[in-house]
DNA sequence: TGGTTAATCAAATGTACATTTGATTATACG
DNA sequence: CGTATAATCAAATGTACATTTGATTAACCA
């Protein structure tokens, strides 16, 4: 049974960055299965030898990109650093995900939308991101209990980094002031020091 | 010479209103002309009675949601109250554009990107909207000026607040856990703590 | 009352895709 | 070598719009 074929083949794994990046780039009603095409040197219909369908085309970059970035977040999380250090860890994932891989995360993160119409896919989407979310939430709560850090509203804590790092990836441009982890480290320094409790009243040394 | 025409007008304003609520909801490309028709009661031609064509109209949408915010905006920022009740003051302004007055700042804020190939009109978006950024930043850098924050990456800083502001949209619901002003509120405060100086040495008071 | 015009509609028109189809090429394996 | 198959392409096909066109309606004003 004859089967493997050529060296110039196309991976798919290629065509999922294209894809990705040209969603990213143009929004997924405004891409065209050309435009992805080209970017690996292929025709619109070459596609369909890979990808039934545009729509599925975007569910797999989706489905990559978050379970990428929930890979990584979760070693972290997982691990047994302390809890400021996790979420450093955590914003220089997110970000370099956002600007390096091939903006799949950036695919993931604005083009989640356009799937807003096919229920099934929708769900599976978005107990992905609330997986997602459900790690930093962990983090954040975890360095309150620890009394590294102060209590807060969670919830809106953990959409408002969410907001903040995926942002980032609307401004940020190669060859700018800063590199992608000096920007995570900003931002991470910023929302540390929001999380920093009060000095401590009665410690182990008084005051004075 | 004759003139005003029915009562059962459609007031462009309300155009304006449903294009940005559905660019909002389906994004630039996914927007049929038809459907804005329809929040408005409409058919499809009878809108090119009022804007000559579907870019225009989302020209007319960003136009007019970056005025108006940016407006609202200023009026705080030149007014004469300390930098933290500005910032407060901002954010529940920008909180409340994107959720209450029928998505134009939302629109405004996610469907930029589809005007990236239309480079005169593009321009004038981007300009307005580094306007915007620049209230912002001017409040940061006063309040660092002053003493009552504490030096940082203002750039960053006026990012990462725009983008907690921005991502707002994307996950609010009527009817939530909070309000809009208690959103607002409570990312304020957050980004507050991390502008808080450390506490002063050497002030009026000597320590002990 | 009637002419002028704004506002609308239903029905074309044209185009830009997504997807299909039917070759064509080139590989691997026997 | 030869044949089955993967990968590709160029050229249909069909559809979903944006935009146009040609009435129709109803107000305003003289």
Redesign the interface.
Known sequence: MPRKPAEQTVQPDAILKAAATVFY??????ATMADIAAEVNLTAGSLYHHFPSKEDLLCAVLDRGLAQITRDVRAVVDGGAPSADKLRAIAHIHVLSEIEHSNIAAAVI?EG??LLDVPGVRDQYVRQRDTLEALYRRVVEDGIAAGDFRP??V???V??????????S??YREGG??TGAQ?AA??A???L????PP?AEGGDFPP?
């Open positions: 780039r143009r929004g997924y009603h405004g604005f939308r356009a807060l509203d919830g809106i804590f959409k408002a980094l969410f907001g903040a790092l995926n942002w980032v609307l401004w002031r800063l920007i900003e931002i320094a910023t929302f020091a929001a999380l920093q000095p004075c």
